[in-house]
């Protein structure tokens, strides 16, 4: 054996060595599977709307959608597989306009709606779904080949977690003082978001059952609050150009048999406190259902849901998650006449 293969193999040992020390370290630290929520995870969703109405539910919205829609539990409930397309940190607009465009459309849909979001006319709300619609529109076979082959890796290696274990994220969850009157944006726990198989995001339970990780997520909200009350608050005119622009969305879902319901899902403590007044019902809730002449699910009309809690006062747990999905698919069944196998 001559001395390059050595050294070939050496290096090659030393690398096995290093990442099953690494994926044995994360599991025993408790961390699991988290699959790359990308524009690549995205784009293959966006290609399941089309599966027959009555084996497909598709859900837009923000992270709250994301979170609170519980995939299996969907899939108990109603025998139907669940579409997400919300994205974190997002408006649903850019993705509503795009099925709406899509004549071969025709399924069912779930509108989420975030106030804070929804109603929020800068350029960061659109970014993301702006992003993965322009890559559905370019896609490559080689793009999607590598989507199954990276997928497949994913399922089997925690360590392939691109958001928390990788180089940067790694570096940006060092606990280094940041320099006086220097703003860097805030870094989430690890166990806040977590994303399976179905693009579902969802916290641990270690993480919800955790007060200085919730508390470390409740002030960032508050971070994003206060950031966002330095901002002229949403003119008469934008919110009708907005409604005007959902309206023409919803007539051509509805031209086309799209059977479409809005929903709110749930927020507790600091967060509902201000959202209801920054956003109060009569003026953009209602307004939304009044225009669309759309049914609506507001979490605050059903004590199922009033009393569920938000451990970092935006999103649910699991355990919420479970009890909300079934809520919403009994509402859905009951109050909005969808029919379910």
């Known amino acids: 054996m001559d001395n390059q293969l050595k050294a070939f193999l050496c290096c090659l040992l030393l690398l096995i060595i290093g990442i099953t020390s690494w994926e044995f370290y994360l599991r025993k630290s408790g961390y699991t599977i988290s699959y790359d929520d990308g524009k690549e995870f995205w784009a293959h969703q966006r290609r399941k709307v089309y599966q027959p109405k009555d084996k497909t539910t598709v859900f837009i919205g923000s992270s709250r959608i994301k979170y609170d829609l519980d995939a299996e539990t969907w899939?108990?409930?109603?025998?139907?597989?669940?579409?997400?397309?919300?994205?974190?940190?997002?408006?649903?607009?850019?993705?509503?306009?795009?099925?709406?465009?899509?004549?071969?459309?025709?399924?069912?849909?779930?509108?989420?709606?975030?106030?804070?979001?929804?109603?929020?006319?800068?350029?960061?709300?659109?970014?993301?779904?702006?992003?993965?619609?322009?890559?559905?529109?370019?896609?490559?076979?080689?793009?999607?080949?590598?989507?199954?082959?990276?997928?497949?890796?994913?399922?089997y290696w925690v360590f392939l977690d691109k958001e928390n274990f990788t180089l940067n994220p790694l570096i940006d969850k060092l606990p280094i003082p940041r320099r006086k009157d220097v703003f860097v944006l805030p870094v989430f726990p690890r166990e806040f978001e977590r994303v399976n198989s179905h693009r579902q995001s969802y916290m641990t339970d270690r993480f919800a059952a955790d007060t200085a990780e919730t508390k470390v997520v409740q002030n960032i909200w508050k971070l994003y609050g206060d950031m966002g009350k330095k901002k002229p608050p949403p003119t008469a005119f934008q919110i009708d150009s907005l409604l005007g622009i959902v309206k023409t969305c919803v007539d051509k879902l509805k031209s086309r048999g799209v059977e479409i319901v809005i929903t709110r899902t749930p927020s507790t403590g600091d967060e509902w406190n201000v959202e209801k007044i920054i956003f109060p019902r009569e003026k953009f809730w209602k307004r939304i259902l009044d225009t669309t002449q759309l049914k609506g699910i507001h979490f605050y009309d059903y004590p199922e849901l009033t009393s569920l809690r938000c451990p970092e006062y935006s999103h649910l747990d699991l355990a919420g998650g479970k009890v909300f999905t079934k809520k919403l698919s009994d509402v859905l069944r009951q109050d909005c006449g969808w029919k379910f196998q």
Do not use: C, W
């Open 75 to 155: 899939f108990q409930e109603t025998g139907e597989i669940p579409v997400q397309l919300a994205h974190v940190g997002s408006t649903p607009l850019p993705v509503l306009q795009d099925l709406a465009n899509d004549e071969n459309f025709k399924g069912k849909l779930i509108l989420d709606i975030t106030e804070k979001l929804f109603f929020n006319f800068g350029t960061n709300p659109y970014k993301r779904p702006q992003d993965g619609l322009s890559y559905l529109s370019d896609e490559t076979y080689a793009q999607k080949m590598s989507f199954y082959v990276d997928q497949a890796l994913q399922s």
